[in-house]
């Protein structure tokens, strides 16, 4: 039992490129989060889904796009990276909604845009 | 979701009981407090949660107040890897709720 699995743990992009970070989950939860930590500072919500095939905007979403198409999968896209999306990206997962229960966090992508 | 304010940081010697309060005065009747916590740059952890009641489980004890404006989390015998900050959240059970984090509190702790 995995829990909660972040591809890549590390990855440096060049200004203006793409990538796309996976978040797997193998609890069967419902709810998928993801969220940005910068030096010194808390987690800041970019996205989250309360189920396969929804998404929904959290305190940061500007410049990410992300999708759910599985229930298990949840994937946070950087169209054209800059450097101000320099962080340390966590993914966590709850059973969510009248079951709500703890979340269970990834260990982080260490993301640098240079 | 109602929001959450902490002291940014705390210290505590190892052995003895580290307090840390939380205060959430806007809390609604169906949101539950959360406690979790953050060591180095490592996933936060979940720690304890409670509605009401006050709580109890291995890592910590909750104790919310009977007009659930505020909590402390109470760790008995902290060590010196209880280091880490600590983050109180309150979070409803609806759909549209979401898991926000505020900047927590940095404990440490001392020989």
């Known amino acids: 039992n995995a829990g909660v699995t972040q591809t890549p743990k590390f990855r440096v992009l060049k200004t203006g490129q793409s990538m796309t970070l996976l978040c797997a989950q193998d609890?069967?939860?419902?709810?998928m989060y993801w969220y940005r930590q910068d030096p010194g500072m808390g987690l800041r919500l970019i996205h989250y889904?309360?189920?396969?095939?929804?998404?929904a905007k959290g305190e940061v979403p500007d410049g990410y796009n992300v999708s759910r198409l599985k229930k298990q999968n949840f994937l946070l896209g950087l169209e054209s990276a800059a450097p101000s999306q320099t962080s340390v990206y966590f993914c966590?997962?709850?059973?969510?909604?009248?079951?709500?229960?703890?979340?269970?966090f990834g260990q982080g992508t260490r993301l640098t845009v240079v | 979701d109602a929001k959450t304010t902490q002291p940014t940081s705390m210290d505590c010697a190892e052995g003895r009981a580290a307090n840390l309060p939380c205060n959430h005065s806007?809390?609604?009747?169906?949101?539950?407090v959360y406690w979790y916590r953050q060591i180095h740059s490592q996933g936060p952890q979940y720690i304890i949660h409670?509605?009401?009641n006050n709580e109890t489980n291995e890592m910590a004890s909750l104790i919310i107040t009977e007009d659930r404006k505020s909590s402390t989390l109470i760790l008995p015998h902290a060590t010196l890897r209880d280091t880490a900050v600590y983050y109180c959240?309150?979070?409803?059970?609806?759909?549209?709720?979401?898991?926000?984090f505020g900047t927590g509190t940095r404990l440490q702790v001392t020989l």
């Open positions: 806007t809390i609604s009747g169906n949101e539950y």
């Open positions: 966590a997962s709850t059973q969510g909604g009248g079951g709500f229960t703890e979340a269970f």
């Open positions: 609890m069967n939860h419902e709810y």
């Open positions: 889904s309360v189920g396969e095939g929804t998404t």
């Open positions: 409670g509605l009401k």
């Open positions: 959240i309150v979070v409803g059970t609806g759909t549209a709720s979401k898991l926000t």
